[in-house]
């Protein structure tokens, strides 16, 4: 029983670097190539992909932190050799404080991540925006946790100085909620655009049929992003000193669904206008296109010349458009056409 966690979790872990060509091998190394990508992000150029997984990490920090706290627990609190296989602590919780610093250096891992690829673009294009304020929003997270840290630690150990270090926790969960959020539904989706004409509140150009859809999603986002009101509110009011715990193990997956969600309009925008100021990649797609603009696309991508965003001031050697058709939708009246800008770049293919 004592050996499960660590069975499954080694189970994954063979599964993933299986070396033999079956089981989505080649899935499987394109992921670990860009995971090795996301971890050395300051020395190589960063493509869509690097950050899009890097993303994708910031949504899976309580997988981090259980990871964490089964190497601890498997480490420091298990004897075999025992009939419970528990370590007497003397009464003190190893693995669930922060009294080594482990826990925040493992919550601020995948903001660190983003944050020195945003440095690191910062450094390619000369462009303070939208990389170094980029960068600020995942500095956010650092202050987050660092307060989080010195209140939990100064609460345990009974300081009378706890409280301070409470205000400057919510203080910096609200400038980081509030920060995201802009991010989320200006940049990352590209929506309240003032030339969105009859997409009210969304932009020029939408993809799914549905402007429901994209309501819904910004309803959702507000929610999900705020979600830790509903825990220090319960938290506090209660005392019940288990609760975090519930909820946390509540709102992880909902934080998971939060960034499903949110991929789909991310990339929807990243196609439709290049916004984030890198090359089109094979990696990811978005369906709405048919079989010929798509094989087009792609030779595209290939290519020296690469899909550009149509965004701030640039020197253009060579210029020109084309217009892909996208296909009719259900509850389209008439065709709608998608300009692509393609110009020379020397960015890495």
């Keep these: 029983m004592q050996a499960n966690p660590l069975a499954l979790y080694g189970f994954f872990l063979l599964f993933l670097i299986n070396p033999i060509k079956t089981c989505y091998y080649k899935s499987r190394f394109w992921l670990l190539k860009l995971l090795f990508r996301v971890v050395t992000a300051p020395f190589h150029r960063v493509g869509f992909a690097d950050f899009w997984l890097a993303d994708q990490l910031n949504s899976l920090v309580v997988v981090l932190m259980d990871l964490e706290y089964m190497i601890c627990f498997y480490s420091f609190e298990l004897d075999w050799r025992k009939h419970d296989g528990l370590i007497s602590s003397e009464g003190k919780d190893v693995c669930n404080s922060y009294s080594y610093g482990v826990r925040a250096v493992i919550q601020c891992l995948p903001a660190w991540f983003r944050f020195v690829q945003c440095l690191r673009r910062y450094r390619d294009t000369k462009r303070a925006f939208p990389h170094l304020v980029n960068a600020g929003k995942y500095s956010t997270s650092f202050f987050v946790v660092t307060f989080a840290a010195l209140y939990s630690t100064h609460k345990a150990e009974h300081h009378a100085d706890s409280h301070i270090f409470f205000y400057l926790y919510i203080s910096c969960l609200v400038i980081s909620s509030c920060y995201t959020l802009v991010w989320d539904l200006k940049m990352d989706w590209g929506l309240f655009d003032r030339n969105a004409g009859e997409n009210t ?149």
């Design 201 to 349: 509140f969304l932009r020029e150009e939408i993809v799914y049929p549905h402007k429901a859809y994209y309501y819904s999603a910004i309803v959702e986002d507000v929610l999900l992003r705020f979600s830790w009101t509903l825990t220090v509110t319960l938290s506090t009011v209660s005392g019940f000193h288990g609760i975090s715990d519930i909820l946390a193990t509540v709102l992880a997956p909902m934080e998971v669904f939060r960034r499903f969600v949110w991929n789909f309009f991310r990339l929807e925008n990243e196609h439709l206008n290049n916004c984030g100021e890198f090359r089109a990649v094979r990696d990811i797609s978005v369906a709405p296109l048919n079989a010929d603009d798509q094989t087009l696309l792609e030779q595209m991508m290939d290519q020296e010349d690469g899909v550009r965003n149509r965004q701030g001031k640039k020197s253009w050697k060579r210029s020109y458009s084309m217009s892909l058709r996208r296909p009719r939708l259900a509850s389209q009246s008439k065709t709608r056409d998608t300009k692509v800008l393609i110009e020379d770049t020397d960015d890495d293919s």
